[in-house]
């Protein structure tokens, strides 16, 4: 399709090279289209590793969890409750944040190949934890309370004011010109795959992983596999996107900028721990709340490890069942090759690093 618009500055733009020169840089304004030569081949790398994860939500029997939910106690109970809550509207928040933020501003038809691929992933998640509501959920009215939680649950609603406050905070930027722009949308990026994405889902997946090891809901931990895997994969994108900014800008990763991200996830964590005081409100047996603050400041600190920043708290893993029940990501995944990962629709979570 040919355009009868004169040039201006945005539609100079849209190769990618606007402020640099000729020299395409991944931020850079406007909308590469060229794959061929291809400037960052990890990207479209990526892409085509998601493409060897698909998984349908017919492959889940959740089917199989309906007895043992009559089995769980009512501390158990109230701990389910509030994890469907939460993930009634979990994925649809980051789906949001990728369409509105991201998928505008990596200027790379290979990073926005996989963008897109991420986008399909976060629809089939959504459409998992719908079956999931619908499934452990037969009432109607509380269906419709479950996907009200980021307004009526305080615990839940202090999360996804923390999201919104992170998607607000670059909404209005169409073009990253300065370098207060660049830094806003660093800071977004890293929101949420090491906040929202690599802290707020992996404390979900911990409750799921431990009552799994008490033999319950095999169907929810079944489904969270798949799950888990698309989001490992979506944190390694992401901070392959940030490596590439800071191999070209390097300025931009300063002192200050450090100290934003360790603020961010601290305010994180004591998101999350508030989260986790509302499920283990009633007392669960096995599981502690502090163990499980423990446990979130050891994920957050291995999210400052792989932007190069140093820990917030030197805590270590208290949870066993995580090495057990073979999701030994955190310590090692962005240092792994995510082939490890490529065992198409079938079979097991296997991840065999050290915790």
Not at 228 to 255: G, N
């Amino acid at each position: 399709m040919t355009t009868t618009s004169e040039p201006t500055t945005g539609s100079a733009s849209r190769t990618g090279a606007a402020s640099t020169g000729g020299r395409h840089l991944l931020l850079d304004p406007g909308m590469d289209l060229t794959l061929r030569p291809m400037r960052y081949p990890q990207f479209f790398d990526r892409f085509k590793d998601a493409i060897k994860n698909t998984w349908t939500v017919e492959e889940v029997d959740l089917h199989s969890d309906l007895a043992d939910l009559g089995r769980l106690s009512p501390a158990e109970q109230h701990l389910v409750s509030r994890l469907v809550a939460f993930f009634a509207t979990g994925d649809t928040i980051v789906a949001n944040n990728l369409v509105l933020n991201l998928y505008q501003h990596v200027n790379s038809p290979e990073g926005r190949l996989y963008l897109s691929r991420q986008l399909f992933e976060e629809a089939v998640h959504v459409q998992f934890y719908l079956n999931l509501l619908d499934t452990y959920v037969p009432d109607e009215q509380e269906r419709f309370a479950a996907f009200a939680a980021v307004e009526n649950i305080p615990s839940i609603a202090r999360k996804a004011e923390f999201c919104f406050r992170w998607i607000d905070s670059i909404f209005e930027l169409r073009e990253l010109r300065t370098r207060d722009d660049r830094r806003a949308f660093l800071l977004n990026l890293i929101c949420f795959a090491a906040c929202i994405e690599g802290l707020f889902f992996y404390g979900a997946f911990a409750y799921v992983y431990f009552l799994r090891s008490r033999g319950l809901l095999h169907g929810l931990a079944s489904g969270t596999n798949w799950v888990f895997r698309d989001e490992s994969m979506h944190m390694a994108f992401a901070f392959d996107v940030v490596e590439t900014v800071r191999a070209e800008e390097p300025e931009l990763f300063d002192t200050e900028l450090e100290r934003q991200v360790r603020e961010m996830l601290a305010e994180a964590v004591e998101c999350e721990v508030q989260f986790a005081a509302d499920l283990l409100d009633h007392g669960v047996s096995g599981l502690s709340l502090a163990d499980m603050r423990e446990y979130l400041q050891h994920v957050a600190d291995r999210r400052l490890a792989v932007l190069g920043i140093a820990p917030l708290y030197g805590s270590g893993n208290p949870f066993a069942f995580m090495e057990l029940q073979d999701v030994q990501e955190l310590s090692n995944f962005f240092e792994r090759r995510v082939s490890a990962y490529q065992v198409g629709v079938t079979g097991t979570v296997s991840f065999d690093d050290d915790f």
